[in-house]
């Protein structure tokens, strides 16, 4: 059964169903309050990043520098998120700060991008 829907899902388009493939109801995330909550916290991390890597006087100083400097600045959204992270995770204590390590350094490199782009402008 499972190689019958396997073979269905790669081989005939989903447009050939009638509509477009998704695997969730076309409204199920609008009504959703906690993910409505984790893309506010997102976006009030991004949008901090983004607003103090646009702050002149990091560009004195060297990419890193500035990264951590900017990182730094934001550290009260992250902190929301990291708390709201750990509080809705399945995840035992140490596996979470293993993976929280990751979204801090995938964090760092964002920022990185960001200042690379803003710098350039």
Not at 14 to 25: D, R
Not at 39 to 46: H, P
Not at 98 to 115: H, I, M, P, T
């Amino acid at each position: 059964m499972r190689k019958a829907v396997l073979f269905l899902l790669l081989a005939v388009p989903m447009e050939a169903f009638g509509q477009p493939f998704s695997l969730t109801p076309p409204d199920a995330r609008s009504n959703d309050p906690m993910y409505q909550e984790i893309k506010e916290l997102v976006q009030s991390v991004s949008n901090c990043f983004i607003r103090e890597a646009k702050n002149k006087a990091l560009k004195k100083v060297d990419l890193n520098t500035a990264a951590y400097a900017v990182v730094g600045r934001c550290a009260a959204e992250r902190q929301r998120f990291k708390a709201y992270s750990a509080r809705n995770t399945l995840e035992h204590p140490p596996q979470f700060e293993a993976r929280w390590r990751n979204v801090e350094a995938d964090d760092l490199e964002f920022v990185k991008q960001v200042l690379a782009v803003v710098r350039t402008q």
